[in-house]
């Protein structure tokens, strides 16, 4: 069974990062003890794959690590991490699926995951952050490099790619475990609705931080010194972040500052009432306040109190954790795109490529060639990007079981629909960030157009990476048509306070574009108040 990224994929990065990737993946696996190595095949993609042009991840796998965990089900992780989206099959055991030799292994890394209680545990994180952000400090003058030795540069990146992806995967995965424990025991005592709040306002979270530094610029004189100065440095220390981090070929905060520029501005108009410090805040204490409660109820259970105490703990490290991974691994990616786009932009000049991103449709193995007689791949590289083009405007299905239909059977995205939502009707997700919203609705499918999105407007939108965040700040409430607790924009939202429904099913293309709607982050549920 596969799940899909949310745009497609270009062929450099297919032969380089995700591999990479997948390596690095396999790494997670077998440090936490849920596979043995032999189990992968050695030169075949397993874990990740290109199906009709996106790529997907191997969720049975991720289903079968909730199976040999203690304490966890194939249920557990695809609540955690896919959310309720429909056409889920159930998990189906097949030989070699039982392990309880490695169920050993991971109870062991359990154990050890519940001993760390503060992001500072985690010092191989730190120095991860710290080794990333000196790949920036020390980026050599890339225009004083020839195209070979950019390559080679490009090259250099990848390791890092596999091994901060390894991180990732890892501490994603050992993020479970305190939610899982957590939500047992709430759900066992009856108050699931104690969950969400449990694990929101946490702090330290990396892939918030460009938000924070949005809304001090917002309230800064546009074009004084001041902004000026404040802008650069922010440029420098998160221009990796944008739109569809993963993939080279996309646009970043520093190659297209209008970007973040746009989402500044969204802020600057919000009342300060915005301000997502004051949020967090809140937030912050309804955590305390939930936790307490939740504690109270299991004081008569010594054993129970005691792991659910740890592992309230432990989530204020493991979630946070998670997304330092994240924004580590984007920063060696971002290094990647830096090289490459000086290229492109030598090709641009000299006329071989159209755009600088044209380097995305040249593989690895291509590479070498391409430099050595750039203009003889001009048309092909031409074809794939029409075709990376129709791509985008398709709508893979969310899930498969074996193969997809391909692409030439997807829907576009913007494609109109029978079933849209009227005045009084109501669209059932899952709990995202707790609290209520009301406002006008703003289907927005592209996170570079937040000028679609007023102040106080009920954000709706496909499917969030940490690229859309800055457009929560000025929104009243969010709602995604696919996410899940453990979704990384679901974390910043909870981390920043905003109202959130996940996992609501053709919420795009339901919800009309005008309409008022309440969203109630409590319960799940989008509410149509009025249409436009």
């Not at 896919?82 to 070699?96: K, S, V």
């Not at 191989?124 to 020390?138: I, P, Y």
């Not at 030439?408 to 059932?428: C, E, M, S």
Request: some cysteine; aromatic content about 8%; proline content about 8%.
């Amino acid at each position: 069974m596969g799940e899909v990224f949310p745009d497609p994929v270009t062929p450099l990065t297919s032969s380089t990062a995700l591999y990479e990737a997948e390596l690095g993946w396999r790494d997670a696996w077998v440090r936490m003890g849920a596979f043995d190595a032999d189990e992968f095949p050695p030169d075949d993609f397993c874990q990740l794959g290109v199906q009709g042009g996106y790529c997907y991840l191997n969720a049975s796998l991720i289903r079968l690590f909730g199976e040999r965990a203690p304490g966890l089900s194939w249920q557990t992780m695809d609540e955690q991490f896919f959310g309720a989206q429909p056409g889920i099959p159930p998990y189906e055991q097949m030989d070699g699926d039982v392990r309880p030799d490695l169920g050993e292994k991971i109870g062991a890394t359990f154990a050890w995951v519940f001993g760390q209680h503060s992001l500072s545990d985690l010092t191989e994180l730190t120095d991860d952050r710290n080794d990333t952000k000196a790949l920036r400090d020390d980026r050599p003058d890339l225009s004083s490099l020839s195209n070979e030795q950019l390559w080679a540069r490009f090259l250099e990146m990848v390791p890092w790619h596999r091994k901060m992806f390894g991180h990732h995967l890892f501490t994603t995965y050992m993020a479970t475990v305190p939610v899982g424990a957590i939500s047992a025991v709430a759900t066992a005592v009856g108050r699931p609705d104690l969950i969400m709040p449990i694990i929101a306002g946490i702090g330290e979270v990396d892939s918030a931080e460009p938000s924070h530094a949005m809304w001090a610029l917002s309230r800064m004189p546009l074009g004084s010194p001041q902004f000026d100065a404040a802008f650069s440095a922010f440029l420098y220390e998160y221009g990796s972040r944008g739109p569809n981090e993963w993939e080279a070929r996309s646009a970043s905060w520093e190659t297209r500052p209008a970007l973040a520029l746009a989402a500044i501005d969204r802020m600057r108009v919000s009342p300060d009432s915005a301000d997502p410090a004051g949020h967090h805040a809140q937030r912050a204490a309804e955590r305390e306040v939930a936790s307490a409660e939740l504690l109270a109820m299991v004081a008569a259970d010594p054993a129970t109190h005691g792991q659910l105490a740890a592992a309230i703990a432990c989530s204020k490290a493991w979630l946070p954790g998670r997304e330092r991974t994240k924004t580590n691994n984007i920063r060696v990616v971002h290094e990647m795109r830096m090289a490459m786009r000086e290229i492109g932009r030598r090709m641009v000049e000299a006329g071989v490529f159209d755009e600088i991103e044209d380097f995305g449709f040249i593989t690895k193995d291509e590479m070498p060639s391409f430099l050595a007689h750039p203009g003889a791949m001009s048309a092909t590289v031409r074809e794939r990007r029409a075709e990376y083009m129709r791509l985008e405007q398709l709508e893979p299905p969310f899930v498969f079981v074996g193969r997809t239909d391909g692409p030439d059977t997807w829907p576009r995205r913007d494609a109109a629909v029978a079933n849209g939502l009227t005045a009084g009707d109501v669209l059932a997700g899952m709990p995202g960030c707790p609290g209520q919203a009301e406002g006008i609705a703003r289907v927005v499918l592209d996170s570079n157009d937040p000028f679609a999105l007023e102040p106080g407007d009920i954000l709706i939108a496909p499917i969030t990476d940490p690229s859309w965040t800055p457009l929560f700040v000025p929104a009243a409430g969010v709602v995604v048509d696919v996410g899940a607790p453990l979704s990384h924009a679901i974390i910043v939202s909870r981390e920043l306070g905003i109202p959130c429904v996940i996992s609501a099913t053709g919420a795009t293309r339901r919800i009309p574009n005008g309409a008022r709607v309440r969203v109630d982050g409590s319960t799940g549920v989008v509410t149509v108040l009025e249409l436009p």
